[in-house]
């Protein structure tokens, strides 16, 4: 890229920071509207490495000044009394920016519920006609052959009394675990992360299958539900992210690997933090309502209520807000420059 192609190219972006640089004066951000702020967060990192950019390029020195001055003041807009302002961003994240990106890559997470859905119900009906592929996935402690009533409180207590047996723990109390290395293994071009998935899938399937054998369906799921339903929903949005950074390092396109790996990891990143309040809730449940003596079914409904709730918030909030012509257009002219 020539210098003047570099200018042209980057104008309009400097002369837009500083306009809002300048609305937002010296001391505070609170004269900018939620759409401005996001829009300087966004802007200040491009801008703030066309200061060795322009270097680089040997640009004039009144330009490299400008372009530094710009920086400076997006910066301390950005970064001063940063403790006073994290909860207004993590607020703005969750309000905003998080339900956007889970749109933007709902095929993500179609494909990993369809791989879910296939190894769990696939297992169940197996495991339904052949009753013995139970043992494959139910753990000797948990096995309900021959039992006449178990309830949801007898069941959460055989898992308390199996704190070191692995299939428990993947099924029930280590939720958390499952969903992060659903994720990290996306490095794995996505293979790692459709293992994850697919085998606790079959776990969940088969465990089903086996309590649903000897009639007791309703306990296990008034057990599970009341918080399982929306873990298993955060580990798939993490297996998603997983998928998400698969993706680009299998199929980069027009980028270099390393710039569609980048560029993927962030979005990934940001899906699986979203996934952490899900977990506090489910977490409250667990530990507050699956083990109380309230009814099955009002259990089961909470559980279903709470992820639907979830969902509803993905998959509508946010929708007023979009980005602005010059975000797509900056998006437009790096990815360019990257061909």
Known sequence: MTPARFLDTRQEIWARLEALAAKAGKRTVRSLTDEELHELTRLYPAVAVDVARARMYKVDDATQRRVNQIAIAAHGLLYRRKSSRSLPMVWRFFRHD???????????????????????????????????????????????????????????????????????????????????????????????????????????????????????????????????????????????????????????GSMTRGASLRAGAREAVLLVLGTIPMFLIAGFIEGFITPSYIPGIAK???????????????LFVGRGIRSSNLESRNKSKTEEEAK
């Open 300 to 314: 089961i409904v909470l559980g279903v209520t709470v992820a639907s709730v979830v969902i509803v918030y993905l």
């Open 98 to 252: 998080y339900p956007r990106l889970f749109r933007r890559l709902w095929a993500f997470m179609t494909l990993a519920t369809v791989l879910f859905l296939v190894g769990m119900m696939g297992t169940y009906v197996a495991t339904r006609i052949v009753p013995s592929y139970a043992y494959l996935f139910v753990p000797q402690g948990l096995d309900v052959s021959g039992a006449r009533e178990v309830t949801s409180e007898d069941i959460s207590e055989r898992f308390r009394q199996m704190p070191n047996s692995p299939m428990a723990a993947r099924i029930m109390t280590n939720n958390i675990s499952v969903a992060f290395v659903a994720f990290a293994l996306g490095i794995t071009a996505g293979l790692g992360t459709c293992y994850v998935l697919l085998a606790n899938a079959m776990m969940l399937g088969g465990f089903a299958a086996h309590f649903a054998n000897h009639g007791l369906s309703y306990p296990l799921w008034s057990f599970l539900a009341p918080h399982g339903v929306l873990e298993i929903f955060a580990i798939l949005v993490s297996a998603a992210a997983g998928l998400r950074l698969g993706l680009s390092l299998a199929v980069p």
